[in-house]
């Protein structure tokens, strides 16, 4: 869950949300796949952060009872695997690509955890690894093909990153996007409020629209995880546009 402060309380964007606006930058990108390989990879993108009802997780709560940014820890020594294997149980009866590329997503959020103390996690790591390999063995795909399809996955989740959290700077300050499917670093910014553009520019298009949706929730505490989805559940749902402009 992303949350943001607000003028009026706190910017609460799913993290489905940000998929899909990850897929669609991911749709109009100038990247030659065939069919087989571009759908799967386009549903990987959008759905890599499923797996739970983020406002009815406790984890999604600080000890304050504010909503609690995916960014800030709960300071347990512990990882919650709730979300991971159901993400990967989605993915795998989808398609084997599809759980292959979820699996390597996992795998760059925790690298620096395989060996670590959490046992658990650590498990399920190397679980994880063992079936990366059975999978790129089973469906025939080179390993730098599917690093590169992976790379694909990571700088449209990077680029959509960077817009639901206001990360991008006016004025033409430029900022590293991340390293492209082919090995390219590109950057970005505003143009003027709400045009984005790309340097060096990627798309099939010259100009498309993006957006993403939100909710502005006014309450600043909340006593349970039951009452936060019962405010987010009757808050409207409000719409971000942008224009992607070469």
């Known amino acids: 869950m992303i949350v943001l402060s607000h003028n009026k309380g706190w910017k609460i964007i799913n993290q489905r949300s940000h998929g ?14 065939p069919n087989d390989i571009m759908v799967p990879t386009l549903i990987a993108i959008a759905e890599h ?14 000890d304050a009872g504010a909503p609690r940014h995916f960014l800030v820890s709960d300071e347990s020594s512990k990882t919650e695997l709730k979300q991971y294997l159901n993400v ?8 084997q690509l599809n759980a292959l590329l979820t699996s390597m997503h996992l795998n760059f959020i925790f690298a620096d955890k395989i060996d670590g103390d959490d046992k658990i996690l650590s498990t399920f790591l190397k679980e994880q690894e ?10 025939e795909i080179d390993k730098n093909y599917a690093e590169r399809l992976y790379r694909f996955v990571e700088w449209c989740d990077a680029f959509s990153l960077l817009i639901c959290l206001d990360k991008i700077q006016p004025d033409g300050r430029k900022m590293e996007i991340s390293v492209g ?5 590109n950057q970005t910014y505003y143009k003027e409020k709400n045009v984005i553009t790309a340097e060096p520019w990627v798309f099939k298009k010259k100009s498309f629209q993006v957006f993403y949706e939100y909710k502005i929730v006014d309450q600043l505490k909340f006593s349970s995880v039951e009452e936060f989805n019962e405010v987010c559940k009757n808050t409207r749902i409000q719409r971000e546009d942008f224009i992607f402009s070469k």
């Not at 899909?20 to 796949?33: E, K, R, T, V």
């Not at 952060?49 to 600080?62: F, P, Q, S």
């Not at 990967?88 to 398609?95: C, D």
């Open 49 to 62: 952060d499923d797996g739970v009802a983020e406002t009815l997780e406790n984890k999604n709560l600080t």
């Open 88 to 95: 990967m149980e989605l993915s795998t009866a989808k398609s």
């Open 130 to 139: 063992k079936n990366r390999k059975y999978i790129l063995k089973n469906i």
């Open 181 to 185: 499917p082919d090995g390219a670093v």
């Open 20 to 33: 899909l606006l990850a897929a669609m930058i991911a749709y109009q990108y100038d990247i030659d796949l």
